[in-house]
């Protein structure tokens, strides 16, 4: 079974999908601990009304990204983690963190990478009128938004669309993905034969 902690910053639905895919059978692991960087995090209800352990480690409390970014380490090696689950955690990880847990951070972007890095996907996407679109999840490297690719989802961009019925419909399959995704990539770290090579340089 996989320990995962879950950081997130805001709605929490990816961090839901993932509960539910546990609760259902569908994803062998347990929730050790949520994380928010923000203490009004709608979230950290989901997690509570989950009976998960809740943590805020408010990122204003520090003077700089490294003492953030040390305070958080320090919080999660504690739960020990086979994996940690970037779920709408809207912080950069500097690159201390990520060697830390080296190959052990996931992410899920809201586009298909390497496609549209970085924030406002959906406008960008729409904007260079792409008929496809979706969401990747990947390995957290030093570069933004850069690390291995696990799995991803598309869905179809329709004439009709704006920003948010484009999200709507992206966030709509990453509740799929994730949970997917997390389970084929824990699988792959747990059979040492085809474990995920990173390379050591790496994503955010
Ligand atoms: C999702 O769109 C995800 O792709 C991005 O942040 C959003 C998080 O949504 N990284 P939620 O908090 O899981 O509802």
Do not use: W
Request: glycine letters at 12%; one cysteine or more.
């Amino acid at each position: 079974m996989l320990t995962l902690v879950v950081l997130i910053s805001g709605r929490g639905s990816n961090l839901q999908a993932i509960m539910d895919a546990i609760g259902r059978g569908d994803l062998c692991a347990r929730i050790a601990v949520v994380i928010s960087n923000r203490a009004d995090a709608p979230g950290l209800d989901r997690a509570r009304r989950g009976g998960i352990p809740t943590c805020v480690i408010p990122h204003g409390d520090f003077p700089d990204r490294d003492g953030f970014d040390h305070a958080l380490a320090e919080s999660i090696q504690g739960y020990d983690p086979d994996l940690i689950i970037l779920a709408g955690f809207m912080r950069i990880l500097g690159a201390g963190f990520v060697r830390r847990f080296d190959g052990r951070i996931l992410n899920i972007h809201p586009a298909l990478l390497p496609k549209f890095r970085g924030t406002d996907t959906h406008r960008r996407a729409l904007e260079a009128g792409e008929t496809e679109h979706g969401a990747t999840v990947h390995v957290v490297t030093e570069a933004l938004d850069d690390g291995p690719i696990v799995m991803q989802a598309r869905v179809p961009v329709l004439r009709e669309d704006d920003v948010e019925s484009l999200a709507s419909r992206v966030l709509s399959v990453e509740h799929g993905l994730y949970p997917a995704a997390i389970g084929k990539y824990g699988a792959e770290l747990s059979t040492p034969e085809t474990a995920p090579a990173t390379g050591g340089a790496g994503s955010r």
